[in-house]
């Protein structure tokens, strides 16, 4: 009688143990199967903008994309303050990570910026707000190597931009608070990858 029952605990301890290890197994596989990939945009380091992307497999041909970027810098004659958030899913035409793809992103931003030689109105003014939209991109990433890639793409768009102008990038009382709608390019990058497998 006491055999039994030992018998009977060590075939669903032998039972109980084979599932675990095809649930790590299969997850496992699943985990090894899905590349991900560090990136940083080298236009925005450009504009001392930092910035971390991470983009990670959901299936053979689908990626999702999400970046964020931070600029607390205030200059001597201008400001290029911002906070932005990022997202974006990508279609791969041949295999995720290498080659073109097709995108569709979304952001919001908070910023703070003026005194930038862009234009008249940008150099003299300050503009402190909110936007949000999204848009299509496309893109190409190259194969370096095993463990390293470079992409590039852009995006088009809509923004809704919601601030206040203020009449110098220092200092001044608020001239006017307005919203903004933009429809035009939404994201430009030259990114270096690097991909964890």
């Not at 006491?2 to 060590?10: E, G, S």
């Amino acid at each position: 009688m006491m055999n039994l029952k030992f018998n009977k605990l060590r075939t669903f301890r032998v039972r109980k143990l084979t599932v675990t290890l095809l649930c790590v197994a299969g997850v496992w596989n699943t985990c090894q199967s899905q590349n991900i990939g560090i990136k940083t945009n080298l236009l925005y380091d450009v504009t001392t903008t930092l910035n971390l992307g991470v983009e990670f497999g959901l299936g053979s041909k689908t990626t999702m994309d999400i970046s964020g970027n931070y600029n607390p810098w205030k200059f001597h004659e201008f400001r290029l303050k911002h906070f932005l958030v990022q997202p974006e899913w990508r279609y791969w035409t041949c295999e995720k990570f290498n080659g073109h793809f097709f995108g569709i992103h979304g952001f919001y931003a908070n910023y703070n910026v003026g005194g930038l030689p862009l234009s008249r109105n940008m150099k003299h003014n300050r503009y402190q707000g909110h936007l949000y939209g999204g848009g299509i991109s496309y893109g190409y990433q190259w194969i370096l190597n095993d463990y390293w890639n470079i992409e590039a793409s852009i995006g088009l768009g809509y923004a809704h931009l919601n601030d206040k102008k203020y009449p110098c990038a220092e200092c001044g009382d608020m001239i006017k608070k307005d919203n903004h709608n933009y429809i035009g390019p939404t994201k430009i990058a030259v990114s270096i990858i690097y991909i964890i497998k």
